[in-house]
Structures are given as structure tokens and as C-alpha cells.
């Protein structure tokens, strides 16, 4: 049975101002970056000579679910955060890695004025057409990987927090790559209530969003820690201290059984 806790805000508001906010539609998937990557450097895998691996916790939820909130107060914590959509949102900046490639595949007409690129240009398209999605796909997603992979090694902290939107959907390929995973739990309401605000889209377009995620339903059961996500913001902060602790047991355990 998943470790489970009560947190987060039912008004949506994540305080976490410096992170770019993640599209509604996922853009990149970017949960999806393993399964077009060599799983023998998955993020998070050490390398030869490197200390001993730390604990991996998988933290994922539904779009709207929190997870920004709960990543955010993990890192002040001291834990070591890698989110795949922060990632996502640099490799398509101004001068992003991704940027030629996007162009050469796409055209010009996908940048926006400042040179980055236009995500909801972008997002249309991959919706309208499976092939275009596709590639956008095998274009990110190595990248996304890769940068995953660099930013677990070199990022300190008693444990690495992977922040995966799409977990779930891709679970083969990430339940060896993480100890433990972590759902950011809310009801659907609440999610389609917390998008509305933040992103403008009306909850036809959320509802359409929700229906191309794994269900809450396929989420709980294979979570082994959930965070109930319905609760006031001062619940969010004591509930998360909480499992922090816990991680913290578990990271200690990971360690001092690992050989040599």
C-alpha cells in the first residue's frame, strides 16, 4: 500500500515563481525522453567510479496535480531536482539546443519573436497531426534525456527527485530507472479548476487534455508514496517535511547497503 499524505492547495496557486510554468499539453511528452534512450543511462544511473547511487524517487501527477509545489518544497528541503519540463522549456529557448533541429523540421514559422519556440503554434500542430507529433518526439526527447542524465549526476542532494509529467503512460521504461514512485493525487475538478487559472484554456480543452494522461485511477495503483493534493497550503509544507523524512530514511537505508 502507497505512503500516503494529505497536502497541497485546492486554489492551485504553486509557489514556485521561478520555474517556467509546464504547457498544458505537456509539449515535448517529455515523460516519454527514456523510451527513445539507452536505458543503461537512465537519469539518475551512476557512472563507473562514481559514489554510490542515491535514492531516485519518481515524482509525477496528473497535469494540474501540484507537482511543481511538492518538487519545489523537496528542493528547499535539500533534495536534488530534475524536472524534465524545466528541461523541456531551456532546450527550446532562445538558443536551446533544440532550436535547429525544430527549425529544420518545422520551419521557421514555429519560432516566436524572440527566437524560442512557439508552444502553442507548436502544440496545435502535434495535436492536428500524429506525424508531426512524432517527430517533435524523436527530436526532444534524446535531448531531454541526456540533460536528465547530466543534471541527476552533478546535482547535489540526499536523494534526486526526477519530475516526470508522464510517468505512468511510460511505465516499462521507468519503473527500473526509480526507486520509488510518487503521485501528486487531486480530483479532476480541481485540476481542470487550477488549468483554467493559470493557463486561460476553457475546461472543454483541459477535459480533452486529461483524456490523453493516464487516469488517477492508473496512477494510485502503482504509486508507493501519494500525496493527496485537496488540502491547504500549510498542510502542503508539513505533509511534504514528512515524506522528506521518510526519503531520508530510505536514501541512509540505500546507501548503507550498498556494497563497498
Known sequence: MPWSITCCPASGHEPVPDRPEADATSLAEVSRSVAVH????TPGAEEPGAPAPRLRIG????????????????????AAIV??????????AP?????????DAFGPEVLDANGAL????????????PLVRRRLEAILHPLI????HEDAARSPGAYVVLVVPLLVENLPRWRDAVDRICVVDCTEDVQIE??????????????????????????????????????????????????HRRYLELAD??????PG
Open 145 to 148: 534525456a541526456a540533460a536528465m
Open 83 to 92: 524536472d524534465a519540463d524545466v528541461i523541456a522549456h531551456r532546450l527550446t
Open 59 to 78: 515524482l509525477t501527477g496528473g497535469i494540474g496535480s501540484g507537482k511543481s509545489a511538492v518538487a519545489a518544497i523537496l528542493g528547499t528541503l535539500g
Open 253 to 258: 537505508r540505500k546507501l548503507s547497503s550498498t
Open 194 to 243: 487550477r488549468v483554467r487559472a493559470r493557463s486561460g484554456l476553457d475546461a472543454d480543452a483541459v477535459r480533452a487534455i486529461l483524456a490523453v494522461q493516464a487516469s488517477r485511477t492508473q496512477r494510485l495503483a502503482v504509486a508507493d508514496d501519494r500525496i493527496d493534493n485537496d488540502g491547504d497550503l500549510p498542510a502542503l509544507r508539513a505533509q511534504v517535511e514528512a515524506l
Open 38 to 41: 539507452d536505458m543503461s543511462r
Open 95 to 103: 538558443g536551446g539546443a533544440a532550436m535547429p533541429s525544430l527549425v
Open 118 to 129: 512557439d508552444r502553442a503554434a507548436m502544440r496545435a500542430r502535434a495535436f492536428a497531426d
